[in-house]
């Protein structure tokens, strides 16, 4: 089994692994977020048992850190391989002329993704750690004590124009990643024998309706200050 | 028509190549693409000068020997041919046209557009056949039934001619829809099912060693394939490696 994830198809295998396992988890994130906007006392609930049940946060937490890290990591290696495969580059390439802007722009769509995750830890994960785990209030309440602190900081984050602009374009980008890197997933994993136009549809309906839906959860807390 | 033309010049592997400028005049729209060359190199020898090397054979389409990366694709603008099927009523009078060889550290250039691409034929020898006594006792294909279906499949496959324009066109120099037509027109039928799990191994270990890029699924391979090989086969060959992986 070793052997196989050393080959150029292991390779893509595991890529497809982490990648499923991130759209997972995105999945998960948004159904989270949505219920901000229909029902904060449920968002604040959740969100106190995902961030103090040990399970989630010190098994599934480091796990979630570990795939994030590999997917970008591996992308990067298998690009740099890539690269290397073509030593003199064509005068005249016609890329779009075959293929689509996404599928030959994932790295770029990806280092999108990644300032956007660095921006996105500094303004939730690290203050959410410093709270827990430095600080040691473990409580969830608000400083006056008066109910949970999550959606209070959820809705006061996105206050600023600046930082909902950000997030919109990030989650454009994460669209544009999502649009091939879905059904490229289900091909790598050769789950796309016989289902090639199902899996486009379900690739572009997911592609489209999360990150969708975070612009819309975003702005929803935006104009509403 | 009048055309120019720019055309990579390269003596031989080891020399440095550069793009080069001719014009050719009097081509007519019904003569093929190597026609059109067969007239440049006329001229060039008339004139005392190295005509241009470039692979070719059969000029019907079948054989996979003519390659050429002309205006940025592989066998040119047209789609489901080779170059020798290309026709100059693709292209309009005055057109400046660019010719160069299929790129690929795997495609060393042998001279000017003529790549070499062994790689293929040691990733072929490397699995792509059956293994049958041919002592005179050899059973009648005929007498295993197959579903018409896997058939299909199989001669869909079986169809890929080992041009090289997959490698040509992907932007990772892959080489994964070649092998996966060859791993999958075997593993499609009875006879090529009980070596599938070596095929695969030994054919993608062949496919890594000569120096392909990995497949991003960007789908270029299959627009520019003379044949129309199916991804599909690329996703199966994916399917097979694992289940090789998982059963050994």
């Known amino acids: 089994m070793s052997g196989f994830f050393k080959s150029s198809i292991g390779r893509k295998v595991a890529m497809a692994l982490s990648a499923f396992f991130l759209m997972i988890f995105l999945l998960q994130h948004f159904i989270i977020n949505s219920l901000s906007v229909c029902s904060p006392d449920s968002f604040n609930e959740v969100s106190h048992f995902m961030g103090t049940n040990w399970l989630i946060q010190y098994l599934l937490q480091p796990v979630l850190i570990f795939g994030v890290v590999f997917h970008f990591v591996m992308g990067f290696v298998l690009e740099l391989k890539n690269k290397g495969a073509r030593d003199v580059k064509y005068v005249q390439n016609k890329g779009a002329a075959n293929s689509s802007w996404m599928s030959r722009n994932m790295i770029w769509s990806g280092l999108a993704i990644l300032a956007f995750i660095v921006l996105h830890f500094i303004d939730f994960w690290f203050p959410e750690i410093n709270t827990k785990y430095i600080v040691g209030d473990t409580s969830g309440l608000l400083h006056n004590g008066e109910g949970f602190r999550y959606y209070e900081e959820l809705h006061h984050k996105f206050e600023s124009p600046l930082r909902v602009g950000a997030y919109v374009l990030a989650f454009v980008f994460l669209a544009l990643h999502l649009m091939h890197g879905f059904t490229s997933a289900f091909q790598s994993i050769g789950a796309t024998v016989g289902r090639k136009k199902i899996m486009k549809k379900l690739g572009m309906a997911y592609s489209v309706l999360i990150p969708l839906g975070f612009i819309i959860i975003a702005l929803y807390h935006h104009f509403n200050h | ?248």
């Open chain 2, 1 to 248: 028509m009048k055309l120019t033309l720019k055309i990579w010049r390269q003596k031989d592997a080891g020399t440095k190549g550069k793009m080069v400028d001719y014009q050719v005049k009097d081509i007519s729209e019904h003569m093929s693409f190597l026609e059109m060359m067969d007239v440049l190199n006329e001229q060039l020898v008339g004139k005392g000068e190295d005509p241009v090397a470039f692979d070719h054979d059969c000029r019907e389409g079948i054989c996979g020997m003519c390659s050429m990366y002309i205006n940025g694709e592989a066998h040119g603008p047209d789609r489901g041919i080779t170059t020798c099927q290309l026709h100059m009523r693709m292209f309009n009078d005055g057109d400046t046209i660019t010719i160069e060889p299929f790129r690929a550290k795997a495609f060393p250039v042998i001279k000017d557009l003529v790549v070499d691409r062994t790689a293929f034929d040691r990733i072929q020898q490397a699995g792509a056949f059956i293994s049958v006594n041919t002592s005179g006792n050899t059973q009648d294909a005929n007498a295993i039934p197959i579903s018409k279906h896997a058939a299909d499949e199989a001669m869909d496959a079986a169809t890929c001619i080992g041009c090289g324009a997959c490698v040509a066109s992907c932007k990772n120099s892959s080489a994964m829809l070649f092998v996966g037509a060859k791993v999958s027109q075997y593993a499609l039928l009875p006879q090529g099912q009980v070596e599938a799990a070596d095929r695969v191994r030994n054919m993608v270990a062949q496919m890594d060693l000569e120096g392909f890029g990995n497949c991003t699924n960007t789908g270029a391979c299959e627009v520019e394939c003379p044949k129309g090989i199916s991804l599909e086969n690329i996703a199966r060959m994916n399917r097979e490696l694992m289940k090789a992986a998982v059963n050994n």
